[in-house]
């Protein structure tokens, strides 16, 4: 599985933007997508939870802001930001888990959010 996010860029607090995760290789497998972000000296953290039954999961810190979803072709997860705040602003990168005799994880390169206040 390989995976390429984009979609970051600058955006004014109170502002929107909806980021992509394109994945080739063996999407079948997937079983869960992630969106993690990393700030600068902090460690990453999870934002989004997308599983392949439908189901989505938040970070107490977006909920209600951020939509993860994935596209009918079913190789692209999205995370709609919309009220973005200065303290959003982060490298995010998604992520995607196979359960097949074992876990396995594979990540995208990341892309950057910068939100001015």
């Known amino acids: 599985v390989q995976l390429q996010a984009c979609g970051g860029g600058l955006v004014q607090a109170g502002g929107s933007l909806r980021l992509s995760c394109i994945a080739s290789?063996?999407?079948?497998?997937?079983?869960?997508m992630r969106w993690y972000r990393q700030a600068p000296g902090k460690q990453r953290e999870l934002v989004a939870t997308?599983?392949?039954?439908?189901?989505?999961d938040y970070a107490d810190f977006v909920k209600g802001r951020f939509t993860i979803s994935r596209g009918n072709a079913k190789n692209t997860t999205y995370l709609q930001m919309n009220s973005l705040k200065p303290e959003d602003a982060a490298v995010y990168y998604c992520?995607?888990?196979?359960?097949?005799?074992?876990?396995?994880?594979?990540w995208g390169q990341g892309t950057q959010v910068t939100v001015s206040s």
């Open positions: 992520n995607a888990v196979v359960w097949a005799r074992g876990s396995w994880q594979y």
């Open positions: 290789g063996s999407i079948f497998s997937i079983n869960v």
């Open positions: 997308f599983t392949s039954g439908g189901s989505a």
